[in-house]
């Protein structure tokens, strides 16, 4: 590992446009990281507006690479390896991302790595933390929301998640039944400041079942029948109805994410820490248990700007590839679904049965 | 926007839980091929993902994760020959874009699970089975209307009451 290896990382798979490098082989320097964040155009919207179309990622990549490899000092002949998302993802977005890198790599004559978005997530902690396998991880990521033990770059065991909604949506959710701004997760914490969490009994989902597993739908669906009784019985909802709910949603989502983290570290030996990656470790009341429910173990999370989508990631989960001899082809393919541990049964949608095994 | 075709009425079901909602769902599943298109009008938690999951639950013959389409917009599914596309068009803000998605193209070739179509109706195939899911009591309501009723009614006999 002596030679210094510089990484041009890509990631397209969702609604951002990114690209990063990253100087690894040693004490590992991101020497730039860009996104194109659509930030300003969310809030019009009850949602984040997507970038939905291949055309757009693609008018893009060419741009955030451009400005990735400017940002660090460098020329595009001083990268050693091209690392690209190839999944999972909306397959128009990935697609345009592993075209640019063929195109790249094939121009520099430099090796390409597709690299797997979620496995990216699921690694940054050891880009930032430098945290040493096996570790659990608490993934919440686009709809995903698992926990995984990590036991090398291509080593993932799940150990549990939630079977509908994740988190990130029910807060998003919660939001738009009270009428709070999008994203979710900031202005609920925000409402849920002045909140008293004990006014509103709300369901701690699937706490009473052994396991890891997690629910939230039925969070959601209690929180909108909440609101519907206050405003039927009282005209409206006032202000501190609003900070009420919102603080005993996020008590109920500390509480279940708490016990279930609990569960998933007591059931392991030999972790290193627990990271928590995603907006939950954001939220200054579900990070503060979490944090909790760690000790002893280092309680690890990465900045916010390296467990959103981010192409660092991917720079860093092509490192890892890379130093492992992993080389991919001109063949390499985008795949729309590419799930992290093919072995363990599936979570999502897979209802009660899901729950039980 | 113009307003969309008129809708028939093809019957109304009480769904006293989410269990009631997966077996409706599980029902349905089997009749359905390429080509058809499932509109799931609801508000948040009436009940749509949950039975689009069920839908593609029973027609997995390789059982996988069916996260929300919420962030995504498209998860698509290959289901032995079918080929299954569940999408959210909430976040959409122009009918184009469902073009850019391959939307257009999925509703002839793949079976097609569509929530928050509202918006966008008159862009969904003429013969979709619309389903509109609403909160009663515990509980929920499933009206199902189509502006191409005939073919339904005939495939709906046994499945929905009425």
Redo the contacts between chains.
């Keep these: 590992m002596s030679d210094p290896v510089t990484i041009l990382g890509i990631e397209s798979s969702?609604d951002d446009t990114a690209a990063a490098v990253l100087r690894a082989g040693g004490e590992p320097a991101l020497l730039s990281s860009v996104v194109s964040s659509q930030t300003d155009l969310h809030a019009a919207?009850?949602?984040?507006?997507?970038e939905?179309?291949?055309?757009a990622h693609a008018e893009k990549l060419d741009l955030m690479v451009e400005q990735a490899v400017a940002e660090a000092g460098i020329g595009l002949r001083d990268l050693d390896v091209i690392a690209v998302t190839a999944g999972p993802?909306?397959?128009?977005g990935v697609l345009s991302g592993v075209m640019c890198a063929k195109g790249l790599a094939m121009g520099l004559g430099l090796p390409l790595l597709g690299v797997n978005h979620l496995a990216g997530h699921a690694l940054t902690p050891r880009l930032t933390d430098g945290v040493a396998f096996p570790y659990l991880m608490l993934l919440v990521s686009?709809?995903?929301c698992q926990f995984l033990r990590v036991d090398g770059a291509e080593d993932f065991t799940r150990l549990g998640g939630t079977i509908?909604?994740?988190p990130?949506?029910a807060f998003?959710?919660v939001a738009?039944?009270l009428g709070l701004a999008q994203p979710g997760g900031p202005s609920v914490e925000r409402a849920a400041k002045d909140g008293d969490p004990a006014r509103f009994a709300l369901p701690r989902p699937l706490l009473d079942r052994p396991g890891c597993d997690m629910s939230f739908?039925g969070l959601?669906?209690a929180v909108?029948?909440l609101r519907?009784r206050l405003v039927a019985d009282q005209g409206g909802l006032h202000a501190g109805d609003v900070a009420d709910i919102c603080a005993g949603f996020q008590a109920a989502m500390r509480d279940v994410l708490a016990e279930k983290s609990r569960r998933a570290l007591a059931g392991q030996s030999d972790l290193t820490g627990f990271a928590v990656a995603g907006g939950v470790a954001a939220n200054q009341t579900l990070r503060a248990a979490l944090q909790e429910v760690a000790t002893p173990l280092p309680f690890i999370a990465p900045p916010m700007a390296l467990c959103t989508d981010n192409a660092a990631m991917i720079a860093w989960a092509g490192w890892e590839a890379y130093r492992a001899g992993h080389r991919d082809g001109m063949d390499l393919m985008a795949r729309?679904?590419w799930?992290l541990d093919t072995a363990s049964?599936?979570?999502?949608?897979?209802?009660r049965k899901g729950a039980k095994a | 926007m113009s307003d969309p075709s008129p809708l028939f009425d093809l019957g109304t079901m009480r769904l006293p839980d989410a269990d009631a909602t997966?077996a409706l769902a599980l029902r349905l599943a089997p009749l359905l091929g390429p080509g058809d298109c499932l509109c799931l009008m609801g508000?948040?938690?009436a009940g749509k993902?949950?039975f689009a999951?069920?839908v593609?639950?029973a027609r997995l013959t390789e059982?996988?994760?069916?996260?929300?389409?919420?962030?995504?917009?498209?998860q698509?599914?290959q289901a032995g020959g079918l080929e299954i596309w569940h999408s959210d068009l909430?976040?959409?803000?122009d009918a184009q874009?469902m073009d850019?998605?391959?939307l257009t193209e999925a509703f002839e070739t793949a079976l097609c699970l569509i929530e928050w179509p509202d918006r966008f109706a008159d862009e969904m195939p003429e013969a979709a089975l619309w389903l509109h899911f609403t909160?009663a009591g515990e509980g929920r309501v499933v009206t199902l209307r189509s502006a191409r009723p005939d073919p339904w009614q005939a495939r709906l006999a046994g499945v929905v009451p009425g």
Excluded at chain 1, 89 to 92: A, D, E, F, S, T
Excluded at chain 1, 345 to 351: E, F, V
Excluded at chain 2, 90 to 93: D, I, N, P, T
């Design positions: 969702c919207f009850g949602g984040v507006v997507p939905i179309a291949a055309r993802g909306l397959i128009g686009g709809g995903h509908d909604d994740a990130g949506e998003d959710k738009r039944l739908s959601k669906t909108l029948r519907d729309p679904r799930p049964a599936p979570l999502l949608g897979s209802g | 997966s508000d948040l938690g993902t949950h999951r069920a593609i639950q059982p996988e994760d069916v996260p929300s389409p919420t962030f995504t917009l498209v698509t599914y909430y976040r959409l803000s874009e850019e998605l391959g909160m």
